[in-house]
């Protein structure tokens, strides 16, 4: 099993940028896919961004354009940089991660992901 450690959340204003960081233990996750997901209060939680085991990633519409999710193998560790923030991004973020060498059917999709980190509040204020 592998342990997701999610920082860099905080208090910014509309137009800034944070970078989200997901740090994982236990094990490698140089050949599993990773994702972000957030959850407004009041909401149901909703995928942000993903990144295969090939590097290859996936984004939301409402995020695509202004979040980067990226990975360094060396610290196994995955990021999510965040700019233009607005204050509909307000939520708790949460990392995921799947299985070794498998490949989900939709990388959007939460029963993908078999190990989930706690979350790191981010609030924008207008």
């Known amino acids: 099993q592998v342990q997701l450690v999610e920082s860099g959340g905080g208090l910014v204003q509309a137009g800034d940028s944070l970078k989200l960081s997901c740090a994982a233990s236990?094990?490698?996750?140089?050949?599993?896919?990773l994702a972000w997901f957030r959850q407004a209060s009041g909401k149901e939680r909703e995928f942000v961004a993903a990144?295969?085991?090939?590097?290859?990633?996936t984004y939301a519409d409402s995020v695509k354009g202004r979040f980067t999710i990226s990975r360094d193998s060396a610290k196994n560790t995955v990021y999510l940089q965040m700019n233009s923030l607005k204050p509909e991004d307000t939520a708790v973020y949460c990392c995921?991660?799947?299985?070794?060498?498998?490949?989900?059917?939709?990388?959007?999709?939460?029963?993908?992901?078999?190990?989930w980190g706690q979350g790191t509040q981010v609030t924008v204020s207008s």
């Open positions: 995921a991660v799947t299985p070794t060498y498998y490949t989900p059917i939709d990388y959007r999709r939460q029963n993908q992901y078999t190990d």
């Open positions: 236990g094990r490698t996750i140089t050949n599993q896919a």
């Open positions: 990144i295969s085991r090939r590097g290859f990633n």
